[in-house]
Each structure stands twice: as structure tokens, then as C-alpha cells.
């Protein structure tokens, strides 16, 4: 089993939507990290949590703790939005475990 | 420029051949890191710098795979004698500290006919 889950692993959703990316973890966390990974390979950091809830423009990503759990929420999803986002956790002072990314397609 | 930078961004090499990548972390940053991403998976940790000093490279899938940060700047990952099986790409990352957010370049792409 990962020691970091995401569901679903692959999404289509029509422009407009709202949509859920949840992120399940098994170990001790100092942070989690959302990334966002389009065609080509760069990766933008979205988010770093470590309690509660951020919001940033259409993106809003909550942690709690006690369940293990994150979600990262996109509001009025549009095209641009298509990329794979992926969950990253630190488990120590400096070593991030990735999950295997959700695939988001985002249909116009 | 401002941000991570990697070269080259593809790599094509046969079999067997030697292959070098650089990373040009952000400027002032401590700490930096490797990774290796599969196609279609997410990516794994290979190796982690402090400045010169490489403290963690318990990533490394094997003794073919090298990685040097000789001034505390710009780093190498060298794989010798590459198979197929090295194909992927190659993600570095830099941080300002450790466990500060890491930034990460464009990646090489790295294929082995």
C-alpha cells in the first residue's frame, strides 16, 4: 500500500464545475504539499499545509490531521485548469512522498 | 533567471551510454534534491544536498547513479552505463532551507533505446 493515495486517479469534468481531489496519507506528516504538473514536466507548488484550510483565487485545499486526509477544491473549473495535481507529503525535515497524481481533464 | 533551471531538457542515449544532467538552482538556495518520475507515476526521491555536503542518497537505485554539488550551487546527475529502465524524467528541486518549500525545475527527459 502507498504511504500516499489519491483519488480519483484520473478526472473529466465539464468547464464550469466544481471539483474534489482527495489525498489520503498513512505517516506522520510535517506538511502537505499540492503540486501541479502540466504536459512537459514543470512543477508549480500550489499549496503548503499544515492545519486548516487555504484559499488562492479558484483553489482552495484543506488538511485535517487527526483523519489523514486532504482535499484540493477547484471552483468554476476551466480548461486551463488540465494538469495532473499531485499530493506531496513531508515526513520528516526535508523528504517529500508523492502520491501518483490525479489526472484532470477539463472539458470545454 | 528567477527560477530553477535544468539541462539538457531531452536526452536521448543508447544503451550503455553515459549521460550527465545539471541543475541550476535558484539563486541563495541551500538545499537541493533529486528526483526520478516514471511515466504516469508520481515522482521518487533520489538524492538530497546541503550545500556541498550530500546528505542523503538513499534514493539512488543503484551504484550507477551519481550526484555531486561541488561549489553548493550547481549540481550533476550522472548515470553510468544507462539501460532502459533509467528512462524517466530527472526533477530537481531547490529550498531555501530545509523544509521550506521546494521549487522545482522543468525536468530532462531522459530516454534509453
Known amino acids: 500500500k502507498n504511504e500516499v493515495e489519491q483519488s480519483p486517479q484520473n478526472l473529466t469534468a465539464q468547464e464550469g464545475e466544481f471539483i474534489t481531489i482527495n489525498c489520503s496519507y498513512s505517516v506522520g506528516i510535517s506538511a502537505l504539499h499540492w503540486l501541479q504538473q502540466h504536459p512537459g514536466g514543470g512543477i508549480v507548488s500550489l499549496f503548503m499545509?499544515?492545519?486548516g484550510k487555504k484559499k488562492h483565487g479558484r483553489l482552495i485545499a484543506t488538511i485535517n490531521i487527526q483523519e489523514k486526509h486532504s482535499s484540493l477544491h477547484i471552483t468554476a473549473s476551466h480548461p486551463r485548469d488540465s494538469a495532473v495535481y499531485i499530493c506531496a507529503v513531508m515526513g520528516g525535515t526535508y523528504k517529500y512522498i508523492f502520491g501518483t497524481g490525479t489526472r484532470l481533464k477539463v472539458l470545454a | 533567471g528567477a527560477g530553477v533551471s535544468q539541462s539538457p531538457r531531452y536526452k536521448v542515449a543508447k544503451r550503455g551510454q553515459d549521460v550527465a544532467l545539471r541543475c541550476d538552482p535558484i539563486?541563495?538556495?541551500?538545499?537541493l534534491f533529486w528526483y526520478q518520475q516514471a511515466l504516469g507515476q508520481g515522482p521518487e526521491f533520489l538524492t538530497y544536498?546541503?550545500?556541498?555536503?550530500?546528505?542523503?542518497k538513499s534514493g539512488l537505485p543503484s551504484d550507477r547513479f551519481f550526484a555531486e554539488r561541488p561549489e553548493g550551487s550547481v549540481s550533476t546527475l550522472k548515470i553510468q552505463r544507462t539501460q532502459q529502465e533509467d528512462s524517466a524524467v530527472y526533477l530537481c528541486a531547490s529550498s531555501l532551507g530545509t523544509g521550506d518549500t521546494q521549487y522545482f525545475g522543468p525536468g530532462t527527459r531522459l530516454t534509453v533505446l
Open positions: 499545509l499544515s492545519s
Open positions: 544536498f546541503q550545500n556541498e555536503a550530500q546528505l542523503d
Open positions: 539563486s541563495g538556495h541551500v538545499s
